[in-house]
């Protein structure tokens, strides 16, 4: 049995080493049960446990196993709620990084269902189907619309990917058309600048919520770039394809790493995009490429509330337009998974409204809960979501992940919108569509 998370270690894909490991902090977690609301992992996990008598999660079948990783969809909750990780105890566990581990087995012995093989090569081409479908947008979003039709239902049998669940559409035209081909207007006189790295679901879907970052940005004297770098790959790290993601992550790290030498920091509007940069390049490519993009990633409301809080330096919160008195901010998983605070929550305080903060999960990760296979348990935890997001009132829902926002439109019929979008609406800058 090898404790080891480094994927270039001899053993990390050898599958009897790993199914001993999994009962080894199977045991751990049955006996401290403090995840067993985090996510599916841990009911299945300790359900199969007690069916033989609840002592040793060795005598788990390696199906009960598997059944344990495919419910995980590495939102880190586990890990921050954990006693025992490798920072705190002697037993060394982290358990997003096992499943990870666990799920790169599944996949290189041809475990992972074809259907789940299969939605993964539809969902994890970020670039080339977002490159078609905002180019045929509105073929493409006549396709994907409607949950629960004909055609969805078709994609379903062949791709794997839900009939389902409500997809965001395509944009006619891509965040870095639009920012090759606009005006460069900065509001006050340049004293920083950064590189937006706009993610997959910004660069062809939500395009509104980059146009209205580099509007904020340069409204508080921030020069905005484009980052050369593409899709950061964690779809392919997720699904345990980690040939693929490491080819991305080299070639993605180099790429950031370049821009960050010239004199920028790196911008980054998704979180799971930014937790993949600040932890999973180091993890999987390592080097000085890697670690400089970690030192210079910042979350997009992360950074601008460094620039507030720096000596003598302060955002514009001269909001003269639309400033709501409450709003409801929904913390997505991975955006707590980098413990740098709730900065989209104090950047919207700015403002002077008053904020609700709800940390329930979405039941959404890159491609987990988009997938048939998942979808019966994401859509329960998007309720729970939606449930509580309707306890707390705001006239106004906000959240950083389009993902976790897409989920909630999907369950409340009411668009969440992105912190900085907030607080773009509230300087008065009209949205473009």
Known sequence: MTITYDPAHPEYLDEADIRNELSRVFDVCHRCRRCIDKCDSFPSMFA????????????????????????????????????????????RIDFPRLMLRAEAMMRANVITSPRTRSATQVLARTDTVGALGSATASLANRMIAKPGSLTRRLLAVTTGVSAVRLLPPYARQRFSTWFRRRPRVMAGERARSVTVFPTCLVEYRATEIGKDLVKVYERNGIECEVSGARCCGAPWLHAGELRRFVEVATRNAAVLADEIRRGTDVVVPQPTCSYVLRNDYVDHVGGPDAELVAAHTFDAAEYLMNVHLDDGAALDTMFNGDTPDHITYHAPCHLRAQEIGLRSRD???LTGAEVTVVQQC??????????????EASIRRGKALADEIERAGGEVVAGDCHRANTAILEQLGRRAHHPIQVIARAYGIPEED
């Open 48 to 91: 199969a446990i007690d069916r033989r008598g609840g002592e040793d999660a060795g005598l788990m079948t390696p199906v009960e196993q598997d059944r344990v990783v495919e419910a995980c969809l590495q939102c880190q909750q586990c890990r921050l709620a954990c006693p025992y990780t490798p920072a705190l105890h002697e037993l």
């Open 347 to 349: 950047l919207l305080k």
């Open 362 to 375: 979405s039941g959404v990760g890159v491609t987990w809960g988009l997938r048939v296979a998942d979808e």
